[in-house]
């Protein structure tokens, strides 16, 4: 069992953690025709938007109420009412993920109560789906959000339908980029499984070229998707942060879930595809087998680099979680861990301590490690201790190709082990030269 510190100091230095409302609005620009909504100052969507344009290099399509100082003080539904009627008077969308944030969640407007009034005076909308999301960002981080966010479309949006045998439902967490979603969508269909994927990340954030502009995300899960997942026989949780949206699945349809922490490393995927073998009866294919049999002889040759290397992580708790366990898996002592936020990983995490604290607790526990990992926030800390990092997390805007980055599968396990295995080598050669 780790011990879970929380430093007790009266201001954060260096921010790690990224707010709920960003988690949210990324969770939301997973579904189809959609657009996320702040409901707050026009500063807390501006700094939303200029984080996931960097980390993505895409455009964002993020609203906001634009709280003003007046209209905090009095209340802001004529601000939710005349953004939604703007917003489908110009974009027309099936969607809109609506996230409060810490200024409206402090004056305590009663957002439900808003969309209640709100459709009563307007009909016209009753097409159209709003999704409300809890999302303060004076607690909680970017992985709260996220998971608050598939919670409310679980909760609000399916419908009760006849099961049908090879649907289901896979909740995909905060850790998984587009690239992991899209590797996890071949692996589940190569077993004759129909997936709907809450959110689809890899086809609205994975860097593709459309015919034309749009004001709403172009790709992602479908409102009629979504509406149908009351029908699956089956849902698949991937990471701790959904097991909350996999429950309200379970009492609403009375659908079974497995939850899986992590897909990375060879015992973890061989886990998942049991279970894709169980559920649809058919043998795992002959490709997987060979990427089995290619991570192993990558493991082998790898293995060298890792043990007894001293990594040191300043992650969300999702993917400091399956990071971990990937590296001891390879022999690595874990040094340090830093993260943003509570989680039930936290104490089962296979490390003597856990700190839920900034990147200033970060530097002084990472002082003597080998390697860093974290986002690109981390690299001034790496610079000054003389460590390399590898970048991983939100944001990442120093490295090209983060909505295709893959870390999970055989594949990506072993893009992993090499990406980080060529650091550790260039570092053994450095100190030869050195000397």
């Known amino acids: 069992m780790a011990i879970v510190t929380v430093p007790n100091k009266s201001l954060t230095v260096n921010p790690l953690k990224q707010s709920q409302a960003l988690g949210a609005s990324l ?16 500063g807390c969507t501006a700094f939303a938007k200029v984080v996931l344009v960097r980390h993505f290099r895409e455009a964002i399509p993020l609203a906001t109420t634009a709280m003003t100082e007046v209209t905090t003080i009095l209340g802001g539904e004529e601000n939710v009412e005349q953004a939604i009627l703007t917003l489908v008077e110009k974009s027309n969308p099936e969607i809109i993920g609506l996230c409060s944030t810490g200024l409206t969640e402090t004056r305590g407007d009663d957002i439900e109560g808003f969309l209640k009034d ?23 981080a970017l992985q709260d959000g996220f998971a608050a966010a598939v919670e409310s479309i679980v909760r609000e949006v399916p419908t009760e339908g006849i099961t049908k045998p090879d649907q289901i439902t896979i909740l995909a967490g905060s850790a998984f980029t ?36 749009s004001a709403i995300t172009g790709g992602g899960t479908t409102l009629a998707e979504l ?15 959904m097991r909350g949206a996999a429950e309200i699945l379970q009492q609403r349809f009375a659908i079974p879930y497995e939850l899986f922490s992590e897909l990375t490393g060879l015992e973890a995927m061989d886990e998942f595809l049991q279970a894709l073998s169980d559920l649809s009866g058919v043998s795992v294919p002959e490709k997987y087998r060979r990427q089995r049999r290619q991570l192993q ?23 400091l979680w399956s990071i971990v366990r ?16 509570r989680s039930p990983l936290l104490e089962k995490m296979p490390v003597k301590n856990v700190t839920i604290g900034d990147l200033e607790d970060f530097e002084e526990l990472a002082v003597g490690s080998d ?57 053994e050669e450095s100190r030869v030269i050195g000397h």
């Open 118 to 140: 709100i459709r009563k005076r307007h009909p016209e909308l009753d097409r159209l789906a709003i999704v409300f999301a809890p999302t303060p960002d004076f607690k909680g």
């Open 227 to 241: 509406r149908q997942i009351g029908s699956s026989a089956f849902t698949l949780a991937l990471g701790e942060s």
């Open 178 to 213: 587009p690239g992991d979603v899209q590797e996890v969508k071949e692996i589940v269909t190569a077993f004759g499984l129909k997936p709907i994927f809450v959110p689809d990340l890899s086809a609205s954030l994975d860097g593709h070229l459309d015919d034309s502009y």
């Open 326 to 341: 990937f590296l001891q898996s390879m022999g690595t002592q874990v040094h340090a861990t830093v993260t943003t936020t």
């Open 371 to 427: 390697l860093l990992m974290g986002n690109s926030n981390v690299k001034a800390i790496a610079l000054r201790l003389d460590i390399p990092l590898y970048r991983l997390g939100i944001p990442i805007y120093d490295r090209l190709g983060n909505g295709q980055f893959t870390k999970v599968g055989y594949r990506g396990t072993m893009q992993l082990l090499f990406d980080i295995g060529n650091l550790f080598l260039e570092q």
């Open 27 to 42: 969770a939301f620009l997973g579904l189809k025709g959609t657009i996320p909504l702040f409901h707050g100052s026009q």
């Open 297 to 319: 002889d990558a493991m082998l040759d790898t293995h060298f680099y890792f043990g007894a290397k001293r990594v040191s992580l300043a992650l969300e708790p999702d993917l």
